[in-house]
């Protein structure tokens, strides 16, 4: 017993530490950005890789915010975010809910149909012949009606409902409530779990927004954070900040301007998290359950 004992604290003892170190690695890259963003530009070229910066400077940042461009992106994010999440909730729990229940007619043929499209999509180019033709090209419906609804997070939810009693729709209807009642009163109180972990899968996605917004959106002015990102990263667009207001002979920081983008562009979906975190493992794991 006692060798047992010990060997499964060596177990314990070595699991921890491997994956503490791989807990490392995945962090190291962010530490560097953060640190990368908060050094002198002069002193980061010549050292190439800093992981704790021996200067501090908000060079950077009060470079990139010296104009309105990277503040509009971050509030069109935000909206698109808010907006687009709400409208993906709201749409996946009214369509999940009639198909948890059984007694729904063309309730398979219209299951069939949903999985079908995870198997299969139009494409590119017949996705955005269906925005123009129906005028959202160049707006944020572009980015918030196309994917409304996800076809396996319907069926993730539509698996939770199914777990809830049934006992609670009958006594709910005897009590006088509608379909619609029961789902905004009974069914969605009951699933905050399931609603918190595919409200941050939704938010996440709308964050990352991308392709979609290059396809659409051809005016700069309504260009999302990670749109704008691209143009700094990728493209070296410097037109961020305003040079000349920070003075005649002023050079702008190119490689932390670039880190401090990333900086703005992340950490404030990473705020997200903590508070759904609790509700996060339980709500995947309970619609995972049942067929």
Known sequence: MHVHSWSSRLFDIILIVVLSLFALLTLLPFIYVVSASFTPSEVLLQKGFVLFPTQFSLEAYTYIFSTQVLTRSLLITIFITVAGTFINLVFTALMAY?????????????????????????????????????????????????????????????????????????????????????????????????????ALFYAVGHWNTFFQAILYINDSDKWPIQVLLRQIVILSMGSVGDASSMGESYVPPGETTKMATIVVATVPILLVYPFLQKHFAKGVLLGSVKG
């Open 98 to 198: 009639p198909l948890a229940r059984t007694g729904l007619m063309w309730r398979k043929p219209i299951m069939m149909m949903i999985v079908f499209t995870m198997l299969f999509s139009g494409g590119m180019i017949p996705s955005f012949l269906v925005v123009k033709s129906l005028g959202m090209l160049g707006t944020y419906w572009s980015l918030l009606i196309p994917g409304a609804i996800s076809a396996f997070n319907l069926i993730i939810l539509k698996n939770f409902f199914q777990q809830l009693p049934d006992g609670l729709e009958e006594s709910a209807k005897i009590d006088g409530c509608n379909d619609l009642m029961i789902l905004l009163r009974i069914v969605l109180p009951l699933s905050l779990p399931a609603i918190a972990t595919f």
